[in-house]
């Protein structure tokens, strides 16, 4: 095939191939196919029809680098009209006049080499995919036709087989045909060590090639098969979507954008899927919450509300467990949803509301009876305190468990008492230890700002150390955080 035929043959391949748009170059892991390279041979000769003819495997390196080993068979073939005496090409004689139109040089190569592709455009690569490439290695050559050398062996070589170091480079593009072949264009050079591929040699003057190839590859290019980010999501799928290929966590929230997609079904562009405040994040590692569901209990609050606002429990319905779901106490009712006997009239709230007395009033909840104090040893748990997180400042709404604690002290002088501050288990241990006495000292001086005696208060923190539920869990972790009265004298 003759040099034009060839450059007609690609044009043609060019004007009539369809390239599919939906193109994948990366993620192959390994490649395979043929290739045909026609040859231009640069040497002391005119060049003739020559070819090579190669085999390859390409590894995926990194999505833009392949590492090719190649191997194949061709020939290396001149014209036979070296001009002795003023060292320029005749097409047709010797310098003797014998016709020499017709005669080839030719060597038969066996080249082995490995060559670095670099695409540096391969992640957004569509339907052309171009590349550079270089490379080195070997290839044995044995010469059949030797040239007419009888006016001179002043440059006639004596060996004709050997190995020579070959140097390959150029440039190329691959165009998908489908999820399993690409063709493969390329025009390079191919430099060699030697200059015995035609039998003859001048010096300072190596044999080498130009090359224009044709190629066929074979591979897995199915789209979608390569995740950049790695986030669980093909690049085609997130290139396709409002996320960021190149971002395991578009939205900033903690979770990675296959894991909302494929696992919770929340929106991997929106931090906060269901819009309540909190991050998807959030709800799904801190609170374990529904980021799907503002509201997870069903209970009129959202969850923002309830961890943010009111200190209840976002996965109980109704904290305090009265029989009152927690909206409907802070919405409706206007009874505290953390103590199941807001006006401590010991009739519990849903109670109350069922019999229909107010649950705000203790005077409608039993007949009086005369309170018999505590007992020495006795504990009483304050339910309804609340700190804020890492704080020791007494939260808003723990005045009504307050006024109970002062009712006592007050009503009955010859008690003292030990006021014991108790934390979860997470944080710190010391920090919980301090955290801990702190809160009871809190607690001691809201009652002496009363006017209680302070000497008749003890207050210790005891931190994470006595728990009476599960730190597994937030509901074990709500109650372990509390303050303790027990009567010491």
């Known amino acids: 095939m003759s040099l034009k035929k060839f450059l007609l043959f690609l044009i043609l391949i060019f004007v009539f191939v369809k390239p599919d748009t939906n193109a994948q170059f990366k993620g192959y892991k390994i490649k395979g196919g043929l290739k045909y390279e026609q040859l231009i041979p640069l ?26 080993v190649e191997a194949g068979y061709g020939q290396f073939q001149t014209e036979n009209n070296y001009n002795r005496l003023n060292g320029t090409y005749d097409n047709n004689s010797d310098t003797e006049g014998n016709n020499l139109q017709g005669t080839k040089v030719k060597a038969n190569l066996i080249p082995i080499d490995v060559i670095l592709k670099i695409t540096p455009w391969v992640k957004t690569a569509k339907n052309w995919n171009p590349y550079f490439y270089f490379g ?27 190995w020579a170091g070959i140097f390959p480079a150029g440039v190329g593009t691959e165009v998908r045909l489908s999820d399993n072949v690409l063709l493969d264009f390329n025009l390079g050079a191919m430099y060699t060590t030697t200059d015995l ?25 199915k789209p979608g098969v390569y995740d950049t980010d790695k986030d669980g999501l093909t690049d085609e799928y997130e290139q396709k979507t409002c996320t960021d290929y190149k971002n395991p966590d578009t939205d900033g ?39 799907l569901n503002k509201d997870t209990d069903s209970d009129k609050l959202t969850d923002y509300d309830e961890l943010m606002k009111y200190s209840t429990l976002p996965k109980d319905s109704d904290t305090d467990d009265d029989s009152l779901i927690d909206g409907d106490e802070v919405l409706t009712y206007k009874t505290n949803p953390k103590i199941p006997d807001t006006d401590l009239g ?6 109350e509301v069922k019999r229909g007395t107010d649950p705000l009033n203790p005077s409608d909840d039993l007949p009086p009876v005369k309170e018999e104090p505590m007992k020495v040893g006795a504990v009483i748990i304050l339910e309804g305190i609340n700190f804020a997180s890492g704080s020791y400042a007494i939260s808003a709404g723990s005045d009504e468990i307050l006024e109970m604690a002062y009712a006592t002290m007050h009503d009955h002088p010859d008690i003292f008492v030990e006021i014991s501050g108790h934390t979860d288990s997470r944080g710190g241990y010391n920090m919980n230890m301090t955290l801990s006495k702190n809160r009871a000292e809190a607690v001691k001086e809201w009652l002496v700002s009363r006017g209680i005696d302070g000497s008749r208060i003890e207050t210790v923190g005891y931190g994470p150390d006595n728990p009476i539920a599960s730190n597994d869990t937030e509901e074990g972790r709500y109650k372990n955080r509390r303050i303790e009265f027990k009567r010491v004298k």
Do not use: M, R, W
């Open 43 to 68: 040497s002391e000769y005119n060049a003739s029809y020559s070819f090579l003819g190669k085999g390859f495997l390409g590894f995926e390196l990194t999505p833009a680098l392949c590492l090719q």
């Open 136 to 162: 080195g290695g070997a290839t044995y050559y044995s010469i059949d036709n030797t040239p007419d050398t009888s006016f001179s062996n002043t440059y006639v070589s004596e060996d004709k087989s050997g």
């Open 197 to 221: 591929l035609n039998h003859f040699v001048v010096p300072d003057f190596k044999d080498a090639t130009a090359n224009i190839g044709l190629g066929i590859t074979f591979g897995n290019f």
């Open 253 to 291: 929230d903690g979770l990675k954008d296959g894991a909302e997609v494929n696992q919770y079904k929340t929106n991997p562009c929106n931090k906060d899927s269901d819009g309540d405040q909190l991050n998807d994040g959030d709800e799904v590692i801190k609170y374990s919450t529904n980021p």
């Open 346 to 351: 010991s009739i519990g709230d849903g109670v």
